[in-house]
């Protein structure tokens, strides 16, 4: 199968600092993957998409001078919180997109990293 | 992406089949359907996906309707482990982006 990671799994920060968020497709290139946040039980909220080699696109809401996207090589994404605050405490999920899937078909495949979880005191 | 509605919970007796209904009734004719479950503070799991015709694979069996406004995923034999949130999700393959709604929280129980 096709696998995707997350470094850190777990973060705690101050308020006011920034945090960078990997994700990392391992085992096949990923020209667009998925940024989600996820508050305590609420369903996943899709936030940005990542395309190697070009700007994010940003969800309506999202601000995307604090949410710093950079997708600069066909395996990896990353996110960074700017002066992140209390309220920015939440499970951060990324996903990445395999064209023609694992079956080389017509249909994508996406992959969700095993989350992780910010907390900002 | 066209909206999903699904029961906010449900349970299950361990051993007997789990079958999680979906509606969908605003799909278009290039949305498949997608189904995903969720772990406690896990990354969303990929179980099957379809277009109209019945689907099946070693987790789980996709049934949909034929006027593909609603589909219903069925677990066979549920173990205390396939306790998660399940979400249906129709989208366009291309689009690749998901959006999730609530979905429904499944208890498996002994």
């Known amino acids: 199968g096709a696998v995707v990671s997350q470094h850190p799994s777990w973060v705690i920060c101050k308020s006011g600092t920034s945090v960078k968020i990997e994700c990392r497709s391992l ?23 990542s395309n190697e080699g070009s700007k994010a696109t940003y969800e309506q809401g999202v601000e995307k001078d604090k949410f710093l996207i950079n997708h600069a090589s066909l395996t990896l994404s990353t996110l960074t919180v700017t002066s992140a605050h209390p309220e920015d405490s939440s499970f ?7 064209r023609g899937g694992l079956a080389l078909s017509s249909y994508n495949e996406q992959f969700f990293g095993p989350g992780t979880r910010l907390t900002v005191l | 992406d066209a909206k999903t509605t699904q029961p906010p ?23 498949y359907v997608y189904w995903y479950r969720q772990i406690h503070s896990q990354g969303p799991q990929y179980i099957i996906h379809g277009l109209k ?12 309707t ?11 034999h549920a173990t205390l482990r396939d306790t998660a949130v399940y979400y249906c999700i129709v989208s366009q393959t291309n ?3 998901s959006t999730f709604g609530d979905g429904t929280t499944l208890t498996v129980k002994p």
Do not use: V
């Open chain 1, 92 to 98: 951060y999920i990324c996903s990445a997109l395999l």
């Open chain 2, 9 to 31: 919970s449900m349970d299950c007796a361990e051993g007997r089949a789990a079958n999680l209904p979906c509606n969908h009734s605003t799909i278009s004719g290039n949305e």
């Open chain 2, 66 to 76: 034929e006027d593909r406004k609603s589909s219903t995923l069925i677990l066979p």
């Open chain 1, 27 to 49: 085992d096949f290139q990923a020209t667009t993957m998925f940024w989600y946040r996820q508050f305590p039980k609420q369903s996943l909220m899709l936030m940005a998409t």
């Open chain 2, 53 to 64: 015709n019945n689907e099946t694979n070693e987790m789980a069996s996709l049934i949909i």
């Open chain 2, 95 to 97: 689009a690749g982006k």
